[in-house]
Every structure is written in structure tokens, then in C-alpha cells.
């Protein structure tokens, strides 16, 4: 499949009180229709990000850990509805901000669901829990990674903690992924710079774009995302045909809006040929006997 340049979107989103679904409704028509504006067909939300719409159930419930994971999951179908609707309307892609979805009694993921202008394409779950989510919040590690085969590129998802996993990136590298897409939700600095490193060790060794979405700002009224500290960026490896540093473009701490860049899938099939460093090609001998 030939795919053509296009401009992708990286969000560094903040948590807001609503005090109907018409404001969430307008809030993230509002975001979209800024980043289409700006001619990008890649949109990307943070982790988490879907947490504010537990402000919909009232202060009592939003202030409470457990209960505010089934205030939000029950609106899994509505919040699909809406993004694939605006997926269609401005012409674009759009990984949505995560939420817990629950699928049984006894399981709950954090799950992001993916949009093409034709509807849904899937979802992933995120697979490596942090010590919050274990052991305070509960929520529970997904079962396998996906791959997203777009007219953008071949797509993947590492949410959060799992960018900092090489396994997990190279697994999805190795299906010919060229596009890793990293929504965050960090409460500290150390939190923000685990998962950009991540990211950017993700980018060098597979020899990719990496996409970091992050929440951003204060919410005190959820124990879930109270705080939260991150910039938006675009990673590359720093190689031919990207940036020295590998940072393609960055955002400010802490600053909300969009952060932008141009995608070109050939750079990394150019990259992963003929690059100063074949990363990616060398990847296995990690593993020869010889150096064991």
C-alpha cells in the first residue's frame, strides 16, 4: 500500500468539570476542528483523558476512586459514537483518550478506541499496569497488542507505561508498525520523563515515529487524575531524515493545545535501510552466542 505524507496532531489535553454532556460534546468538537484546521488527518489524546466525564455523575461520585471507573465505562458507546461522528465530519484518524471499560464483574482495562473516517477500527488495551493501577485503582492488564493497518501507515498503541517496555514496541515494530502512538497521563516530572524517554528509546531502536500525547494541568475534584504534567511531541530517530536530537516537534510543560508535525511513512522504511544505524536490522543479534 502507498502511503502519502500527512500532518499529524499530538494533544496535550487538560481535565475539565462539565456540568453536561453537551459541554464534554462541544469541548472535543472544538479540539478536532482546530487540529483539522490545521490539515491533520492524525489526531491523538492522552491516556485517561476520558476521566473528566466522570464530573457528568456529580461531585460524590467523581471524588470517588472505585465508583467513578463504572461512571465513565458506561459511557463507552456514547463517547464512540461521538469521535466516530467527528472522525467522518473533519476526514481524519483519531485515537481517542483513554477510559476503564469494564468486561466483567471482576475486570476492568483502560482502554483506547482508534477511528478512520469510515468508523472504528478496534481498540487496545493497555497491557502493563503501573503500582496505581494495581494496587489502588484496580484496573486490569489487556491480553495482546494490535496493529492498525490505515491509508496512513501501519499503526500501533503503547499506552503510557507500556512505551517503556522494549518488548512491547518491537513486537509491534516487527509487523511492520512505522507509527507508535503514546498517549500518557503522568502526575509527576519523573513520571512525565519515564514515558518520554520510553518513547524515545522506542523511536531509535525501531527506527519509527512515536507520537506522545499527554494530560495536562490540575483536576483536584478526581483522585484519578488530580495531577497531571507532560508535554505533547513527535519523536523520530535521529538519523537520516529526522532531527539530530530525534525530537521532531515538542510542546511546552504543561502547555495544552496541539502540538504538530509532518509524517512520512518512506522516511522510516529509508531509515530502517540505509541509516547511519540499522537499529532495527540489528536488533537481534542482542542475542548471539557469542557475546552472551
Not at 475534584?221 to 531524515?241: F, K, L, M, T
Amino acid at each position: 500500500m502507498k502511503h502519502l505524507p500527512f500532518k499529524a496532531a499530538v494533544a496535550a489535553y487538560p481535565i475539565d468539570w462539565f456540568e453536561s454532556w453537551g459541554e464534554y460534546q462541544a469541548k472535543l468538537t472544538e479540539w478536532v476542528s482546530i487540529a483539522a484546521d490545521r490539515g491533520a488527518k492524525l489526531l491523538v489524546f492522552p491516556e485517561y483523558a476520558a476521566m473528566e466525564l466522570a464530573s457528568l455523575a456529580g461531585k460524590e461520585i467523581a471524588a470517588d476512586l472505585s465508583l467513578q471507573i463504572d461512571a465513565v465505562g458506561q459511557l463507552v458507546n456514547q463517547v464512540n459514537q461521538l469521535h466516530e461522528s467527528l472522525a467522518s465530519e473533519f476526514d481524519c484518524h483519531i485515537l481517542s483518550g483513554s477510559m476503564p471499560v469494564r468486561l466483567s464483574a471482576n475486570k476492568v482495562v483502560n482502554r483506547a478506541h482508534f477511528f478512520s473516517p469510515k468508523g472504528c477500527l478496534g481498540y487496545q488495551d493497555k497491557l502493563i499496569m503501573t503500582r496505581f493501577e494495581r494496587e489502588q485503582w484496580f484496573i486490569q492488564s489487556g491480553e495482546t497488542l494490535t496493529v492498525f493497518d490505515t491509508l496512513l501507515g501501519r499503526i500501533g498503541v503503547l499506552i503510557c507505561y507500556d512505551s517503556e517496555f522494549p518488548l512491547l514496541g518491537r513486537q509491534l515494530a516487527e509487523q511492520g508498525v512505522e507509527i507508535l502512538l503514546v498517549p500518557s497521563c503522568t502526575d509527576a516530572l519523573a513520571g512525565y520523563w519515564r514515558v518520554r524517554i520510553g518513547a524515545m528509546a522506542r523511536a531509535l531502536e525501531n527506527q519509527c515515529f512515536v507520537l506522545q500525547a499527554p494530560t495536562v494541568g490540575n483536576a483536584q475534584w478526581s483522585p484519578a487524575v488530580d495531577e497531571n504534567v507532560g508535554a505533547a511531541a513527535i519523536y523520530g530517530p535521529p538519523d537520516v531524515g529526522f532531527p539530530a536530537t530525534g525530537v521532531i516537534a515538542e510542546g511546552g510543560l504543561n502547555q495544552s493545545g496541539w502540538v504538530y508535525a509532518d509524517i512520512d511513512v518512506k522516511k522510516v522504511l529509508a531509515v530502517r535501510e540505509s541509516g547511519q544505524v540499522l537499529n532495527f536490522k540489528h536488533w537481534p543479534e542482542q542475542w548471539r552466542d557469542d557475546i552472551r
